[in-house]
């Protein structure tokens, strides 16, 4: 059994749904979206009862008012079922009604295992759907049906089902003696409708002839007017375009390419000034780098007071020169002296005089000693001062180097100085071309969006992309405009007047094609005949409607066929009671067994390791628990290790997929063949590991036969499931 075709209409958020359903299906959708409604419109349609969790039938009135619909197509063995339906699907699936929903629906909110004095009976009737109490049940069972205890119909006030049935079985003795009656009136039935035929071919033959004149005029209006309202309509959809607009747009294009070349040029101006100004800044800092450098340098020169030495000591040296030669005859005079005074004290000659020349010699030799002395010091002093300039400038080779090095020093100085209040000045200058150009790029910005503003206003006035595709709906409008002319003459021409409401008055005249009208005869001898036939149907006529009036107006039948469709309607509602009390007879016999085979099946199902309850637990927790164990009127679980746990001591996560593979068993227990599932979320609570393995469950499931449905809100599920599946899902929202 599977479920075939889903149709619902306007059933609470859930305004249209069509599904053509799979082996598996995926419905994802956030919260309101419509998951519990489309779990409601099933549990509606299938069990004829409203939502079979609290709070969840807000949209029930809807569809008694008619203003929601709900169809759906369950295929079994072969045949389909309609519901709602005259159907019942617990005779289809042979399982009682009660509580029947809560075996094929399995929600989120369901899994939960509550414990109290009678928590085993609880557990038993909430997992399938039986409750205990086989007598209340077996009363309930009666009393829907309109049974009393004892098996017979009863005819309480609320049903009166006994009553009714008798009503029916004398109404169809009524309607049976009708048919009978009625045999002879189909005889002039028949009659009639030959009659009819031939009278109404007659007409047609008739018509035939009036309308072949006309026929061939009328098909030339109809292409004319065909043609002009067509290219009229067409017409109406080139209002938008017209010349000025095209010639408006091709200027506002040039404009656009202009502005935009303008912007490049002046962009690429831009870049070029910025480029300049770095490369200003750059050298402005070198040269501050180079400059202060040089500072440093002609203030350590300062501070070693090393110019004013190599001045004073150049100075003495130009004096010391100036005197060599005075110095050069002072020392030959003096040694003439003194040879002379050495000369004539070796003679014995002028002792005294020669001592005075001896003396002057030597006094002027002495003096020229001194003198030498001092400038040897000088010389001492020059390289002192020397070895100082080297150790700024290390290649200096003489004191004039020295003072003309701090001369250029000097110099560089001062045109590194002009130089930068020269790239200072042009920097300046370059930072207020920079300004304008920025200041134009903006102003052509501005008439770019302005330009590019205009544009999309004709392109959302005519609803195109391009100025090629504006020409060529104006070449397509001419062209309209040409096709128009020649239909609007043509139509003159045939009706001879120039107002288009006649035109399609004319055009609108529905004209069949008549086949060989020419050899149907005259117009007179068709019209003889006709009266005839029409003088036969009235009589005919007056005997079946006496018939109706009066034989069937006390049957409160008012057309014949209506003999039959009630006829069926009270078969079926006979059979259908007698249906429902064999039912009831069955689901008696049934709950007469339940209540001492409850413990058993409930324990089998438990225990199961093949199919059962067990089997899924052990699967979905990937074999941490291995069975489940009922004894002392409690569940209990066992681990892979051996031990024991009660319900209470699992997580409530487990817990869900405990309650998740109770359901399963029971429902695989309740039923001889696979069916479908429908799983409002009940994987939410899950961790990944689970959900997959619960997802395998159900994809074992419908290996074996069983259709799915999983309604999720978790995206990981719905990605889960669709890659497992190889599916799409159905998203709602």
């Not at 005779?91 to 809560?102: D, F, G, S, T």
């Not at 028949?190 to 009659?195: G, H, V």
């Not at 689901?587 to 409850?598: F, S, T």
Request: aromatic letters at 8%.
């Amino acid at each position: 059994m599977r479920i075939r075709e889903i149709i619902i209409e306007n059933y609470g958020p859930v305004k249209k749904f069509y599904r053509k359903c799979h082996d598996v299906e995926l419905v994802y959708g956030s919260n309101e979206t419509g998951k519990t409604a489309l779990i409601d419109a099933l549990t509606t349609a299938l069990f004829q009862k409203r939502s079979i969790f609290d709070g969840q039938d807000r949209f029930h009135d809807s569809l008694l008012q008619g203003e929601s619909r709900i169809t759906v197509i369950v295929e079994d063995l072969g045949r389909d079922y309609i519901f709602p339906g005259q159907h019942k699907f617990e005779k289809i699936i042979n399982l009682p009604h009660y509580h029947l929903a809560r075996l094929f629906i399995i929600r989120a909110s369901d899994l939960s295992l509550r414990e109290d004095r009678k928590w085993q009976d609880k557990v038993k009737e909430f997992l399938s759907g039986i409750p205990v109490n086989v007598e209340k049940i077996k009363e309930k069972i009666g009393e829907e049906v309109g049974l009393t205890p004892g098996g017979d119909w009863s005819d309480r006030r609320a049903i009166r089902r006994k009553s009714e049935i008798e009503e029916k079985r004398k109404r169809r003795e009524e309607l049976l003696a009708a048919i009978e009656r009625l045999k002879e009136i189909r005889e002039k039935e028949k009659k009639l409708k030959e009659k009819s035929e031939k009278k109404a071919f007659l007409k047609q033959k008739l018509e035939k002839i009036k309308l072949f004149k006309a026929y061939k005029k009328n098909q030339q209006i109809k292409k004319a007017y065909s043609n002009w309202l067509r290219n009229s309509e067409i017409l109406e959809k080139y209002h938008r375009y017209d010349e000025e607009d095209l010639k408006t747009w091709e200027e506002k294009e040039n404009q656009f390419k202009a502005l935009l070349s303008d912007q490049k040029s002046k962009r690429e101006y831009l870049e070029q000034l910025k480029e300049e100004l770095k490369r200003k800044e750059r050298e402005l800092s070198n040269l501050g780098m180079e400059k202060e450098n040089l500072l440093k340098e002609k203030d350590r020169i300062l501070r070693l007071s090393l110019i004013q030495e190599v001045k004073e000591i150049l100075a003495r040296r130009n004096t010391a020169l100036s005197n060599i030669i005075n110095l050069i005859y002072l020392s030959f005079f003096g040694a003439v002296l003194a040879g002379i005074s050495l000369f004539f004290l070796l003679k014995n000659l002028w002792k005294s005089g020669s001592l005075v020349l001896m003396g002057a010699g030597a006094l002027i030799l002495i003096f020229v000693f001194v003198t030498n002395v001092k400038n040897l010091n000088l010389k001492k002093r020059e390289e002192n001062t020397l070895m100082k300039g080297r150790e700024i400038w290390p290649d200096c080779r003489s004191l004039t180097e020295l003072l003309e090095r701090y001369d250029h020093l000097n110099s560089k100085i001062s045109q590194i100085e002009a130089k930068i209040q020269y790239l200072i000045g042009d920097k300046e200058k370059i930072f207020l071309q920079q300004q304008r150009k920025e200041e134009e790029l903006n102003i052509i910005k501005s008439e770019i969006e302005t330009t590019l503003d205009e544009i999309k206003k004709m392109k959302n006035k005519t609803g195109l992309f391009s100025v090629a595709e504006f020409e060529d709906k104006m070449r397509q409008k001419k062209d309209i405009l040409n096709r128009i002319k020649l239909a609007e003459r043509e139509l003159e021409t045939l009706i001879e007047t120039s107002d288009s409401k006649l035109w399609k008055k004319e055009a609108e005249r529905k004209l069949s094609p008549p086949d060989g009208a020419e050899e149907l005869g005259t117009e007179e001898d068709l019209e003889k005949e006709l009266n005839w036939l029409t003088d036969e149907i009235e009589d005919l006529s007056r005997q079946i409607s006496s018939f109706v009036g009066g034989e069937l107006g006390r049957l409160n039948i008012k057309e014949p066929t209506q003999i039959w469709r009630e006829l069926q309607e009270i078969e079926d509602t006979l059979s259908f009671y007698q249906e429902e009390k064999e039912a009831a007879f069955l689901a008696w016999e049934i709950l007469d067994g339940v209540g001492q085979d409850m413990d058993k099946v409930f324990v089998e199902t438990l225990l199961d390791e093949k199919g059962g309850v067990s089997f899924y637990f052990c699967k979905i927790t990937s074999g941490e628990y291995r069975k489940v164990i009922w004894e002392s009127g409690n569940i209990f679980v066992e681990r892979k290790d051996g031990s024991r746990f009660s319900v209470d001591r699992l997580s409530s996560g487990t817990q869900d997929q405990l309650f998740f593979s109770l359901r399963l068993g029971i429902l695989k227990r309740a039923l001889s063949r696979a069916a479908f599932l429908l799983l409002d979320d009940p994987f939410l609570t899950s961790d990944t590991k689970r959900k997959k393995e619960q997802v395998g469950v159900c994809q074992r499931l419908r290996d074996e036969g069983w259709q799915i449905f999983y309604f999720t809100v978790d995206e990981q599920l719905r990605d889960i499931f669709c890659h497992r599946f190889n599916i799409e899902p159905v998203i709602l929202g």
